[in-house]
């Protein structure tokens, strides 16, 4: 199947960027590096001698791509945050939020955000240096203003004033309005289950889903995610849900474009409302199916989930809501997004949750599966099998346009490029 963007047009497109991008770039060279630093013992990959035509073969990937390792995939990330103006404490919150995606296998909600969160600092569409504020609290409630900073900041913020609040009542819930994308839901989920709580996030987004029924998108994909604690001792694990309630996230569908593959119907519909399994038409025209696609296969279900988001976040929050939050990869309006995060402490409740809670999903994982060699999983389960296979191969495998768009970012900011340990 052919498609409109292939990766020279990609390659095209970075290339048009990179002017812009430079007259960002200051002579700031305070952006340390933390673990994996190649210009520690090669003097020859200082930032002033960095290559501009000629790709080093350090940085060059195979025809499978490019093993990078996960420091230094969060080094690089924060050296593009920090010369596009972010503190280095924001840029880092940012970059692991980013680099925790790609370790799970989310690769639309890592590296691949980067360039939109870096352009909606340059168009000063977002605060790189936010502070989020606690506009009004109760013992177990608050209500959070963003301040317009990156996502990370604010949802690590949210989740641990709720995380606080539910040590000391047993239920934390804290909505934020004026925010920016977070990323990955299940990132700050996972944090309470870190203290041992149970943990749900939230969140609106651009309106790409079309309801049931309608031919323009005006709700989001809307994500949903909760995160619980499994066992005790060294058994211990996470059951961790982490879903969009269009059928997929939008970033599925640019993976798609950038594997040149196409897409499953019932992903999206083209610009005359009509199921399309062309990644760059579903691209363009912004119109994602809900969870369960078309109304005969109960669509209007995952409709109702986003609606539910939409509630605890943009509604309840007072931040945009639905229809009426900018467009996707606008670049003149701020996004004023609305997010909802909630820690529960399991003593409060039912004794034995941690117990309960493994006898459930043993029971699931051991029954008998349909197809032989594919064993019934529960959520989280597809993500820790991939965090093994990058610790065990050491590091994180991107695909090669992946590894050249980063290196063209590279280049335009004056940071240094992601050093490739192995070709693929």
């Known amino acids: 199947m052919a498609l409109t963007l292939p990766s020279q047009r990609w390659y095209c497109l970075l290339r048009l960027g990179t002017t812009l991008f430079r007259s960002m770039a200051t002579s700031r060279t305070d952006s340390s590096v933390t673990e994996t630093d190649p210009s520690e013992t090669d003097p020859a990959l200082s930032e002033t001698e960095l290559p501009k035509t000629d790709i080093d073969p350090r940085y060059r990937p195979g025809e499978g791509g490019g093993l990078v390792s996960r420091a230094e995939v969060e080094r690089f990330i924060t050296d593009c945050f920090v010369k596009v103006g972010c ?25 691949n955000r980067l360039e939109i969160y870096l352009n909606d600092i340059r168009k000063k569409l977002c605060d790189p240096n936010g502070e989020p504020r606690i506009m009004k609290q109760t013992s177990a409630t608050a209500l959070v203003n963003g301040m317009n900073s990156l996502g990370a900041v604010v949802g690590n913020f949210c989740m641990r004033l709720a995380i606080t609040k539910a040590a000391d009542t047993g239920v934390g819930l804290v909505v934020a309005n004026n925010s920016n994308h977070f990323g990955m839901a299940g990132y700050y989920s996972e944090q309470a289950v870190k203290v041992g709580m149970v943990g749900l996030s939230f ?11 309608a031919k323009q998108a005006a709700l989001g994909t809307n994500p949903l995610s909760i995160a619980a604690p499994i066992g005790v001792g060294l058994g211990a694990e996470a059951f961790v849900l982490d879903m969009a309630t269009t059928s997929v996230a939008l970033g599925k569908i640019e993976i798609q474009i950038r594997k040149e593959q196409p897409i499953p119907l019932g992903w999206a519909l083209d610009e005359e409302g009509n199921p399309t399994t062309d990644p760059q038409v579903a691209y363009n025209a912004r119109r994602m199916m809900p969870l369960g696609g078309l109304e005969e296969t109960s669509g209007y279900k995952g409709y109702g989930l986003a609606m539910l988001v939409e509630i605890l976040c943009g509604i309840l929050g007072g931040s945009n809501f639905g229809p009426f939050i900018r467009d996707w990869e606008s670049d003149n309006e701020q996004a004023n997004l609305g997010q909802c995060f909630i820690a529960i402490d399991p003593k409060c409740f039912g004794d034995g949750f941690r117990e309960r809670m493994e006898h459930l999903v043993k029971y699931l994982r051991d029954m008998p599966p349909v197809e032989k060699g594919k064993p019934v999983l529960v959520p989280g389960d597809p993500e820790k099998a991939n965090m093994e296979k990058v610790d065990r191969q050491g590091g994180i495998i991107y695909l ?20 490739i340990i192995e070709q693929k």
Do not use: W
């Open 400 to 419: 090669p346009n992946q590894i050249n768009s980063s290196y063209e970012l590279a280049v335009s900011l004056g940071v240094k490029p992601m050093l």
């Open 87 to 111: 503190g280095k404490d924001s840029a880092k919150q940012q970059a692991q939020l980013l680099v925790a995606a790609d370790y799970r296998g989310h690769f639309s909600h890592g590296l």
């Open 203 to 213: 969140t609106n987004t651009s309106p790409l889903m079309c309801p049931t029924g």
